[in-house]
Structure formats: C-alpha cells, structure tokens
C-alpha cells in the first residue's frame, strides 16, 4: 500500500510540474486562454499532490518527497521545454490523466480491500476530477 501510494503521489507530482512546463511552452493564437487554463490545471495537481501525500502521513505512511524520489518513482513523461501547440499538450494531458485514472482506482481499490477508508475515500475526489477533465479534454479534441 506504502509503495502504491508514493508510485502515485510521483506520478501527481511530475505531471503537477508538466502541466506548468506546457504552460510556459504552450503555443499557438488561443495563447492567452490555454495559458490559463493550463494554469488551473496545475495548481488543481498541486493540491491533489497535497491531499496524497497527508493522508499518507494521517495513515502512518512515509511520503518519499525529494525531487529525486518522484523521478525515481514515477512512470510519467516529463515535460521536455520545448514548444508545443495546444492540441499537442491537450492530447498528452489526457492521455496521461487517462493513466492516472487508472493507477487511482487500483489505489482505490487496494484501499478497500484493506479497510482503508480515508485512503478509498480520498481517491474519490481524484476519480471525479480526473473522469470530468478527461471527458473536457475529448469534447475539445473531437474532429
Ligand atoms: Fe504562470
């Protein structure tokens, strides 16, 4: 469970810090508006990185929270500080949030499956704000 939860909160973490890299590097004449929007975004995985990383800590868990951790834990991509178009960044955020929906409900699951209320309960917030963004972000991939 303590594995499963640090894989998780390095994978909230550097897709938090992707997320602000395709800020900087976004490109293209809706500038203004993705800037923002990618904004949002990034300070929403700033605080799921929060409430992961407490509840950790409420349950007796150690957080691994260096830089290096989070590298070394993660299996997402880093941004790559190159510019990208909006459909380029919006593709990639939701396939990755697609992933992420994926490694939460297993988190949730195994909470479960241990009585691990606060846990299964915290991933719940995650599984809504990861399904209703995935569902934005095809809306405004569609052809
Ligand atoms: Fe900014």
Do not use: C
Not at 37 to 54: M, P
């Amino acid at each position: 469970m303590e594995e499963k939860l640090n894989n998780l909160l390095a994978d909230f973490t550097v897709e938090t810090h992707k997320i602000q890299n395709f800020h900087w590097y976004i490109k293209g004449e809706k500038f203004f508006n993705d800037h923002l929007k990618l904004e949002d975004y990034y300070n929403a995985f700033n605080e799921y990185d929060d409430v992961i990383a407490e509840a950790m800590l409420m349950d007796g868990f150690e957080p691994k929270a260096t830089l290096k951790d989070y590298i070394a834990n993660s299996t997402i991509e880093e941004g790559r500080n190159v510019f990208v178009s909006a459909r380029e960044a919006y593709s990639e955020l939701a396939s990755d949030f697609a992933y992420l929906l994926d490694k939460v409900e297993e988190v949730k699951k195994m909470a479960d499956d241990y009585d691990d209320y606060l846990i299964s309960n915290k991933m719940d917030t995650l599984i809504d704000d990861l399904s209703k963004n995935i569902w934005m972000l095809k809306q405004l991939l569609m052809d």
